[in-house]
């Protein structure tokens, strides 16, 4: 577990090797950062280092700038296919609308079994 943090012993971002075994990052709220009791159980804490008098960005921001670092480094899975992400999506899609799959029922839309399964095996690292 990587846990973005600002506080004494973080590491900057590009000092990991993202590549070299798989992370699960996590990042703090906005105003507060990590909870005490995550920095305590992550394998590494890390901070994108910052310019100026900035001190932090907000979290879709460094999000962004976090996995540009880790897809810079070869860690992010290859983009997938046309098919694999019509797949995510409707994996989405059915999780996110309600009655969903009624919805397509009453537009003629047929799925198969698999296609319908809101759970199931990630697709190249991407889930749902």
Do not use: C
Not at 91 to 112: D, I, M, P
């Amino acid at each position: 577990v990587a846990a973005t943090d600002l506080s004494a012993g973080s590491v900057p971002f590009g000092d990991v090797d993202w590549a070299a075994k798989p992370h699960a990052l996590v990042f703090g709220n906005e105003e507060v950062g990590i909870s005490e009791a995550l920095r305590e159980l992550a394998d590494v804490r890390v901070h994108l280092p910052m310019r100026g008098l900035a001190e932090s960005l907000n979290l879709s921001v460094s999000v962004g700038a976090a996995l540009a670092h880790v897809d810079a480094g070869g860690a992010l899975p290859p983009d997938l296919d046309k098919a694999a992400q019509n797949e995510l999506l409707l994996r989405w899609a059915l999780l996110s609308v309600r009655a969903g799959r009624e919805l397509l029922r009453r537009e003629g839309v047929v799925l198969e079994e698999r296609q319908l399964r809101t759970r199931g095996p990630a697709i190249l690292g991407y889930s749902t």
